[in-house]
């Protein structure tokens, strides 16, 4: 492909995501896939990745600069995790690969052993923040089916936190008794389940079975936004030491970052939102950078 200089990878554990750059991290060309690592076994990695990016290859090795769950003990090669307090996509390994047409780097995640967790794509969404935002410093908010509440200071992500409040929902609303009441959306049913909830957590249980009564009772019709919103209102009142007194930046995508935004406006929170794709890529991009030094 003409003009391509690194080809930038997000692979994760549903989704693939691939794009053709040029030296100064523009996209010249994309692609989206269903492959992601949860269906696939070690050695089929190269063979996926190939059959996406083959016809953008030359005689030329082709850097190619990974990121995601790709590197995780499950995926491709074992990325081993960076300890905070560290810089964002601040590690990365080179992997031995078949095809001589490129090369492959994967970003290591981070790893927090105090309050253990850890965190694989995040990171390199963080460092493209931070690329555009160098003095940064207050909390980032990332959601997804394992939302990362992340502190940055001096430039280094400090500490974070991780809720499952994407995948329990996925649990709640697909496999329990709470799937035969889901019905349709409504912002008003939102905002009303997450205001209940964050004003008294301690009631969360035993009103996601509230919201099954409901349907059978009354015919509510809006059990998914009362599922959301409770979940997201139990995740907010969690996460309080994290984002009171701050001005929180979003970094996601589609109907959940708007969600997200819904909690904090109704918790008179300022917010600012961002797109995780073109973070992603200038994360990579200088991961890129420092690679081919």
Known sequence: MKNMKWIAVDWGTSKL?????????????????????AGLNQN???KVLLSHISGWLTDEVTPVIACGMVG?????????YAKV??????????????????SLSIVSGVMQSHKADVMRGEETQISGFLVGQPNFEGVICLPGTHSKWVQIEAGEIKQFQTAMTGEIFGLLSQKSV??????????????????????????ALSSLFSIRAQDLLNG???????????LIASEFAGMKHYWQGQTPVLIGAGELVRLYQLGFELL????????AAPLTMAGLHRVYEEVNL
């Open 268 to 275: 008179d929170l300022e917010v600012k939102a961002l797109r």
């Open 17 to 37: 995501r691939i794009w053709a750059m040029d030296e100064f991290g523009q996209v010249l060309a994309e692609v989206r896939a269903d492959d992601g690592m």
């Open 220 to 230: 509510d019709g809006h059990g998914v936004a009362r599922l959301s919103g409770s």
């Open 85 to 102: 307090p560290t810089k964002a996509a601040a590690k990365y390994v080179n992997v031995d690969i078949a095809d001589r047409r490129f």
């Open 44 to 46: 089929d990695y190269e």
């Open 178 to 203: 709470l799937r035969h009441s889901q019905g349709s959306w409504s912002d008003e049913a939102f905002k009303q389940a997450f205001e209940d909830i964050y004003n008294a957590p301690e009631n």
């Open 72 to 80: 995780s003990r499950q995926g491709w090669f074992e990325a081993p």
